[in-house]
């Protein structure tokens, strides 16, 4: 890592910079919650903090790496932030440890701090366990292999009906059983 490395605040006169970043190299890690095109705006709560912290990592002018934190109402209230993207060009710890470093100062309230690395980028992975970050669980993407997966079938007294997305009791049983089914699951937000 060379001494021109340093990390700079995200804001209108750079946010192009970032989202071209995120679009180029955010999907190596996870796609989910990636900001796409440019709808995306770096917004304030109610108190004035910012949603999204985000940073770039510079190299002299060249940008290697970026992180950004989100903060949203329900992840705040959960007292969880997730990374949208932190993501370095080369496995560096020191690297890491600057865009961390920044991250922090905007962990204040939150009790877990969390994100994810594909079980292919080992390197990564590593670095990131350098600077003190620890594996909380795996995730496998399955893939069926035949044409058509089997019928599935309720139980006796069950049946599958459709949600419609403007009845907020259909929306609310959803809710209700989604957040039932997935409350244990590390990093799971209500």
Same mark, same amino acid.
Not at 59 to 81: H, S, W, Y
């Given at each position: 890592m060379?001494?021109?490395v340093?990390i700079v605040?995200?804001?209108?006169d750079?946010?192009?910079?970032?989202?071209a970043y995120?679009?180029?190299?955010?999907?190596?890690?996870d796609e989910?919650?990636?900001?796409?095109g440019? +709808?995306?705006?770096l917004?304030?709560d !109610?108190l004035?903090?910012?949603e999204y912290?985000?940073? *770039? /990592? #510079?190299d002299?002018?060249q940008t290697?790496g970026a992180a950004c934190?989100?903060?949203t109402?329900n992840?705040?209230k959960?007292?969880? +932030?997730r990374?949208?993207?932190?993501h !370095?060009l080369q496995?560096?710890?020191?690297?890491?440890? *600057? /865009? #961390?470093?920044a991250?922090?100062?905007?962990?204040q309230?939150l009790d877990f701090l969390?994100?994810?690395?594909p079980?292919?980028?080992?390197?990564?992975?590593?670095?990131?366990?350098?600077?003190g970050l620890t594996?909380q669980?795996y995730?496998y993407? #399955?893939?069926w292999q035949q044409?058509a997966p089997?019928?599935?079938?309720?139980?006796?007294?069950?049946?599958?009906c459709s949600?419609d997305?403007?009845?907020t009791?259909?929306m609310?049983a959803?809710?209700?059983?989604?957040?039932?089914?997935?409350s244990?699951l590390?990093?799971h937000?209500?």
């Amino acid at each position: 890592m060379s001494s021109a490395v340093r990390i700079v605040v995200v804001g209108q006169d750079n946010l192009g910079e970032f989202l071209a970043y995120c679009q180029q190299y955010g999907q190596e890690h996870d796609e989910s919650f990636l900001p796409e095109g440019d +709808g995306f705006e770096l917004s304030q709560d !109610a108190l004035g903090y910012p949603e999204y912290p985000a940073y *770039l /990592l #510079l190299d002299g002018e060249q940008t290697v790496g970026a992180a950004c934190l989100i903060r949203t109402p329900n992840f705040v209230k959960a007292r969880k +932030g997730r990374w949208m993207i932190f993501h !370095a060009l080369q496995p560096d710890p020191a690297m890491y440890m *600057l /865009l #961390l470093d920044a991250m922090l100062q905007h962990a204040q309230g939150l009790d877990f701090l969390y994100g994810f690395v594909p079980e292919g980028l080992q390197d990564t992975r590593t670095a990131w366990e350098q600077i003190g970050l620890t594996v909380q669980r795996y995730s496998y993407i #399955l893939c069926w292999q035949q044409a058509a997966p089997p019928p599935v079938l309720p139980p006796p007294g069950f049946t599958f009906c459709s949600v419609d997305p403007e009845d907020t009791g259909q929306m609310e049983a959803l809710r209700d059983v989604l957040n039932a089914s997935f409350s244990g699951l590390a990093g799971h937000i209500g």
